[in-house]
């Protein structure tokens, strides 16, 4: 009798309809009005490289927005990437952490580190005639950012525009 019980039970509770899923999700939260349509490959690494470089140089083409807004567009050229160095971009009290970014570069390679979408990182990374593009996750800080990183040496004519348009559902 006991026995029989335990197999009633078993079949009522596997005969219980699944929970509907949760509304909050990753791919929910992500808005499809993001700018970058075409990305560019991204490769997802576990570590980041250290962070003692420098940004020198370079023309603030656009800056809208600080570190303490949720909005904002900045963009700069002409500069020079020496190691990896972070790009702090906003508050993590306004949303969620998204954002667009593009690189490129005349001399030299440029990797730009963002968070990935459950652990670890990912960079984009463009080399001269070739720049790169994407969307994705500020790394957790505050202010949240992204890291810039000159691969084997200096990176020379480096443009950065990195940008957050507003979002609907808290990005």
């Known amino acids: 009798m006991f026995r029989g019980l335990i197999l009633l039970i078993g079949a009522a509770v596997a005969c219980k309809p699944s929970a509907p899923p949760r509304e909050d999700t990753v791919a929910d939260q992500v808005e499809e009005q993001e700018d970058i349509t ?8 576990e570590h980041l490289p250290s962070a003692k470089g420098k940004v020198s140089g370079g023309v603030q083409e656009a800056y809208t927005g600080n570190p303490r ?3 904002f567009d900045r963009k700069v ?3 020079t990437v020496t190691g990896a160095v972070y ?3 906003s508050t993590p009290k306004q949303y969620k952490g ?3 970014y593009e690189i490129s570069v005349e001399q030299g390679k440029l990797r730009l580190y963002f968070a990935d979408d459950k652990s670890g990182y990912r960079y984009i990374e463009a080399t001269p005639g070739h720049p790169a593009k994407i969307s994705g996750w500020m790394m957790p800080a505050d202010p949240y950012r992204v890291l ?6 200096d990176a020379q004519g480096v443009t ?3 940008w957050r348009n507003a979002f609907a559902r808290g990005q």
Do not use: C, I, N
């Open 160 to 162: 950065y525009h990195f």
């Open 77 to 79: 050229h002409s500069a």
């Open 148 to 153: 810039l990183e000159a691969v084997d040496g």
């Open 87 to 89: 790009m702090h971009l």
């Open 69 to 71: 807004q949720s909005v």
């Open 98 to 100: 998204r954002a667009s």
């Open 38 to 45: 075409d990305p560019s490959p991204s490769t997802w690494v």
